[in-house]
């Protein structure tokens, strides 16, 4: 360590008495601070990516609530008043997340940030008008932070450096207790900046960071791993050493306020399954109420997942075995004939509330599910017969009718748009847990059974009584859906819902448009598959299945067979649902 930074660490222990901000808070819980900068606006190296990325973190930290400092395109001055108001907001045994993405220079051994009128020439000129990295991190030695992480999203060449020597990229960075940084490459290196295309660094921490209850060192490995895996190993993650443990950006069970008739309850967002969910709370108990008369297998299996150690687990293994059993008989009973195309065009439709999703009435019947056409996992194809009618969204769930749910307290995600309008676009950015969020509200708020559909009725309803390929025919007709190859001009984003033909059962955006959580968990084929409807659901599942493909992919996983899988607890920008409803 310098003599100059041992002297301003110095400096600002003694001043730290001084510092309201910094004397301990009476709160239980553990201050969460944040800074957010995004630079991109340079005058003679701008940069694509930096203010919508700093943005997209912004989003995140303030859906925590962190006390965040952001800023955007920041001068000179405008940069140290921020730098300042954070150090203000420092407290001990804080839980701290620093962002920058712009530029950076180092000289003699240290890093600068440099602000976006800037462009230093020489060593003088980094010493007078940039950030020493060094301050940042000795405001937050003094401090004593319980667990801090500095993201510097700034290992891009720029027109700077070369005159300043020392070789591309960072300079290194020594380890600091309590304190991780983490950088998209190591220090001495640099990567390439592609307009329109996200960095995999930021863009995999994001999906880390929005995973409810992941620690920042299990979200750094996961975003380590990710990338290695996006780029083929041609980008290795840099992270100094893991933070402390405790630093959770999405917290896990966050209280959230929901519509109960006209009165307003809490209950917890729903958990992802594990351990962590086996203590009763309210969101247990909402679960329970809400399935605890359903002749349903598949809730009780459901529940036991989330709850393998609840408080009802042992009445729900017993519903479970004594439903399923019961079942058994029609399973092996000669299938009933596929349901007419002319008695599915009068399929009935309601809607709960007014901010409900429309329904269509799916009648009961048999099918061929699977395929031999192109994968493994897609076969082997067998009979499967949906005793009962059923209830599916008319159009995939809409960002509208998201918004509700949000509004009213039953939803605390917010996704963002991608600047292409909300309304009656279908919601996407959402994970399996956000879904079945959705639906618990909708069932408190309509005191109507809500969930999500079985991946067996899902394929049932998108056919609509139909054998070919895709619900229309063989053939990838142009105009029928919205996908990669599906249209004359193409879309590349998210339609409003409704914009292409129904099927036979009256359901739109079947194929297309957004990828659908349904509530299966992910199998490698369907040998083991329940014969009956309900949800494939063994214990401790990771990976849920999508059906219907998106607007990003191509028509082979449109077919009404077409299935593939993804992480629960993870958001991808074309992911979104649509919900099924009992009788």
């Keep these: 360590m310098s003599w100059y930074r041992c002297l301003a660490i ?69 940069l140290e008043q921020a730098l300042a108001t954070f150090r203000g907001k420092l407290a001990r045994g804080a839980q701290v997340v620093v962002f920058y993405a712009g530029h950076a220079v180092h000289s003699r051994g240290r890093n600068f940030l440099v602000p976006v009128d800037i462009a230093p020439r020489g060593p003088a000129e980094v010493a007078r008008d940039t950030f020493d990295l060094d301050q940042l991190v000795d405001a937050l030695i003094v401090s004593r932070p ?42 001495g290196r640099t990567i390439a900046e592609t307009p329109g295309r996200a960095n995999p660094a930021i863009e995999e921490w994001l999906k880390a960071i929005r995973t409810p209850g992941l620690d920042m060192t299990m979200a750094l490995s996961r975003t380590r791993d990710a990338v290695s895996r996006a780029t083929r190993r041609s980008q ?97 009973r000669a299938p009933a004939p596929a349901p007419s195309p002319a008695a599915s065009t009068t399929a009935k439709t309601l809607r709960d509330c007014e901010d409900c999703p429309e329904l269509t009435l799916i009648p009961a019947g048999s099918f061929e599910m699977g395929s031999t056409e192109m994968f493994e996992f897609e076969k082997p194809v067998r009979t499967v017969t949906i005793a009962r009618p059923f209830y599916l969204g008319t159009d995939e769930v809409t960002f509208a009718q998201w918004d509700a749910c949000v509004a009213e307290g039953g939803c605390s995600h917010r996704p963002g748009d991608r600047n292409l309008g909300r309304g009656r676009r279908p919601v996407t950015d959402i994970h399996w847990n956000d879904a079945n969020a959705y639906a618990v509200w909708l069932s408190y708020k309509t005191g109507r059974k809500y969930r999500l559909p079985t991946e067996a009725e899902w394929e049932y309803a998108a056919r609509g009584g139909t054998t070919t390929s895709y619900p229309w025919g063989n ?57 009956d409807g309900s949800a494939y659901a063994p214990a401790s599942c990771r990976e849920r299945v999508l059906r219907g493909g998106s607007f990003n992919n191509d028509p082979r996983y449109l077919r009404s067979a077409a299935r593939f899988k993804y992480e629960s607890d993870v958001r991808f920008y074309t992911n979104g649902f649509r919900v099924a409803r009992e009788p």
């Excluded at 290992?155 to 591309?168: A, E, I, S, V, Y």
């Excluded at 247990?284 to 359903?294: A, M, N, Y």
């Excluded at 809730?299 to 079942?327: D, I, K, N, V």
């Excluded at 292409?500 to 992910?522: I, Q, S």
């Design 146 to 187: 319980a667990s801090a992480l500095i993201v510097l999203d700034a290992t891009r060449d720029n027109p700077w450096q070369p005159g300043l020597g020392g070789g591309k990229g960072l300079a290194p960075i020594e380890p600091v207790e309590a304190i991780a940084f983490m950088a998209p490459v190591a220090p």
């Design 236 to 332: 290795q993650l840099w992270v100094s050493s893991p933070p402390p443990a405790g630093l959770i950006v999405t917290p896990t069970g966050r209280p959230v306020a929901t519509a109960l008739n006209t009165t307003r309850a809490i209950i917890s967002a729903p958990p992802p399954p594990g351990p962590q969910s086996d203590q009763l709370g309210p969101y247990e108990l909402s679960f329970w109420e809400t399935i605890k008369d359903s002749k349903n297998p598949d809730e009780y299996r459901a529940y036991l997942e989330a709850y393998p150690r609840g408080r009802f687990a042992g009445l729900a293994r017993t519903r479970e075995q004594s439903l399923r059993s019961a079942m058994q008989p029609a399973a092996t």
């Design 475 to 531: 053939s990838v007709d142009k105009e029928m859906a919205n996908c990669l190859g599906c249209n004359a001009q193409p879309r590349r984003q998210a339609s409003e819902v409704g914009q292409f033909p129904p099927n036979r059962f009256g359901l739109r955006d079947m194929a297309g448009n957004a990828a659908e959580w349904v509530a299966d968990c992910w199998s490698e084929n369907y040998r083991a598959a329940p014969r």
């Design 10 to 78: 110095a400096a600002l222990a003694i001043l730290a008495p001084l510092v309201p901000a910094l004397a301990q808070g009476s709160d239980r819980s553990p201050p969460r601070i944040a800074l957010v900068v995004g630079n991109a606006a340079y005058r003679t190296a701008p940069l694509a990516n930096a203010a919508a990325d700093a943005r997209a973190v912004a989003d995140v930290l303030r859906q925590g609530e962190f006390d965040l400092v952001s800023i955007e395109n920041a001068d000179r001055a405008a």
